[in-house]
């Protein structure tokens, strides 16, 4: 089993950035395809989601509503998944969980939720004035 341990939210203002970082364990880094979920408030049960990194690091993904904003990428040395979050907007509320996939092919990338086995506990970033 992998564990996921998640850093880095907090409260910022409308425009402001932040990183967040998702450090995994108990299994090797590379055989993992990983990404970004978010709860919204409000917004139902399922997560959306956010970007994900496929095992590589090659093949990258996101939501509409964050390109050109989030940036995802894997550090090997640290064997983190990251998430730089700029020009957060107010809708960028939500509870953001990192996942990984130990299934998956060297180039696949998942968008739909129920293809990774394992989450964190998630870290709650605020975007308000």
């Known amino acids: 089993q992998v564990q996921l341990a998640e850093s880095g939210g907090g409260l910022v203002r409308p425009g402001a950035s932040l990183t967040l970082s998702c450090a995994a364990s108990?299994?090797?880094?590379?055989?993992?395809?990983m990404a970004w979920f978010r709860h919204i408030p409000g917004k139902g049960k399922e997560r959306e989601f956010v970007?994900?990194?496929?095992?590589?690091?090659?093949?990258?993904g996101y939501t509409d509503s964050v390109k050109g904003r989030f940036l995802i990428f894997r550090d090997f040395l640290r064997k983190t998944v990251n998430l730089e979050m700029s020009s957060l907007k107010p809708e960028d509320t939500a509870v953001y969980t990192c996942?990984?996939?130990?299934?998956?092919?060297?180039?696949?990338?998942?968008?739909?939720?129920?293809?990774?086995?394992?989450w964190g506990q998630g870290t709650q970033v605020i975007v308000s004035s």
């Open positions: 108990g299994r090797t880094f590379n055989t993992l395809a």
């Open positions: 996942a990984a996939d130990a299934d998956a092919g060297e180039n696949d990338l998942f968008r739909i939720q129920s293809m990774y086995e394992d």
């Open positions: 970007a994900g990194v496929s095992r590589t690091g090659s093949v990258l």
